[in-house]
């Protein structure tokens, strides 16, 4: 009777760290996947942004004037925003 119960437990616990042998084969598998993914995302981002930083060259060679007016368009806006933002601070 002793015997059976030992031999019993001795193929649960034989049965459990296999599984958990598989549940860590499972999870490095997953980590690598992961990496995996997110190295290629950061090379594709690298090469959008170097893509996007050619047309925008391209763009300021074609069209100087139109370049410049949107450069100073935008910083007006945005110190106008910030203006208005930190007036608004005050105010408070």
């Known amino acids: ?3 059976s ?3 019993q437990m001795k193929k ?3 049965q459990t760290a ?3 042998s598989r549940a860590g084969s499972a999870a490095a598998d997953a980590l690598q996947d992961g990496i995996g993914a997110a ?3 950061a090379k594709h981002g690298s090469y959008i942004a170097g893509e996007f930083l050619d047309d925008t060259k391209k763009r300021i060679q ?3 004037i139109e370049a410049v007016v949107a450069t100073f368009t935008a910083g ?3 110190a106008g925003t910030i203006s208005w933002m930190m007036s608004r601070r005050q105010r408070s």
């Open 1 to 3: 009777m002793a015997q």
């Open 5 to 7: 119960v030992l031999e």
């Open 12 to 14: 649960q616990i034989h």
């Open 18 to 20: 296999r599984k958990g």
């Open 39 to 41: 190295r290629r995302a």
């Open 62 to 64: 074609r069209h100087p």
């Open 76 to 78: 007006a806006v945005i």
